[in-house]
């Protein structure tokens, strides 16, 4: 059963930076790909960004630039570095991972079988 726990979510102000990281457990990272997803209160969940199995990302249009996905294989762990926040980036940030390669796009929450619960992001103006 594949588990992911998120954390590094906090509260900071405009301009700055957060890592939130992803546990990942029972899950092999050859298979598919991994996200993060974002959802603000009132708002559909949207995808922040993605990294396949051979390492290749892709971002959001209102991240690109500011936020980076990398992942550790050897620790298991999915990352998103996140630089230049604005107060539009708070939510709930989920890490999500599909168990095999889907045909959803790599930002649709319809390609992800596996969820985190969540980790909170709060950028104040």
């Known amino acids: 059963q594949v588990q992911l726990v998120e954390s590094g979510g906090g509260s900071v102000q405009a301009g700055g930076s957060l890592r939130l990281s992803c546990k990942v457990s029972g899950y092999t990272h050859s298979r598919g790909a991994m996200a993060w997803f974002r959802q603000a209160t009132g708002k559909e969940r949207e995808g922040v960004a993605s990294?396949?199995?051979?390492?290749?990302?892709a971002y959001a249009d209102s991240v690109t630039g500011r936020f980076t996905i990398s992942k550790d294989g050897t620790k298991n762990t999915l990352f998103l570095r996140m630089n230049s926040l604005k107060p539009d980036d708070t939510g709930m940030y989920y890490c999500?991972?599909?168990?095999?390669?889907?045909?959803?796009?790599?930002?649709?929450?319809?390609?992800?079988?596996?969820w985190g619960q969540g980790t909170l992001v709060t950028v104040s103006s």
């Open positions: 999500a991972a599909e168990s095999a390669p889907g045909l959803w796009p790599l930002l649709h929450p319809y390609r992800y079988d596996s």
């Open positions: 990294i396949d199995s051979d390492g290749t990302a």
